[in-house]
């Protein structure tokens, strides 16, 4: 079992700004897991923004996020972050945070992660 919970959103960005997310993972040790980052505008699929192979650090992106966000980790917090750079009214969504045990890192669907924060809400205005 892990328990994730994300930080760092709920506030009001403008476009062209930046915002970090935080996702705090317990419950177990995280050597055997991949971690990611998906999001979901209403009315929208939740969709794959980055991940990364804990063991690693192996990173993987969404075309639509490539050299404006970053994922990374710290694992002396069992943290895994997101930088957001350069953000745009499309970024605008709740983002969740994912743990799925193996080298799932890679691929963009939803149902290889067994477990998910509760998201946070980010918000970029034009």
């Known amino acids: 079992q892990v328990q994730l919970a994300e930080s760092g959103g709920g506030g009001l960005v403008q476009a062209g700004g930046s915002l970090r997310l935080s996702c705090a993972a317990s419950g177990s040790t995280l050597r055997d897991y991949s971690l990611g980052w998906f999001r979901q505008a209403p009315g929208k699929e939740r969709d794959f923004v980055a991940a990364l192979r804990w063991s690693t650090g192996a990173t993987y992106y969404a075309d639509s996020v490539k050299g404006r966000f970053t994922i990374s980790r710290d694992r002396t917090k069992s943290t895994v972050y997101l930088q957001m750079n350069s953000l745009t009214p499309e970024d605008t969504a709740v983002y969740y945070c994912?743990?799925?045990?193996?080298?799932?890192?890679?691929?963009?669907?939803?149902?290889?992660?067994?477990?998910w924060g509760q998201g946070t809400q980010v918000t970029v205005s034009a």
């Open positions: 994912a743990a799925g045990w193996g080298k799932i890192a890679s691929t963009v669907a939803t149902t290889p992660y067994d477990y």
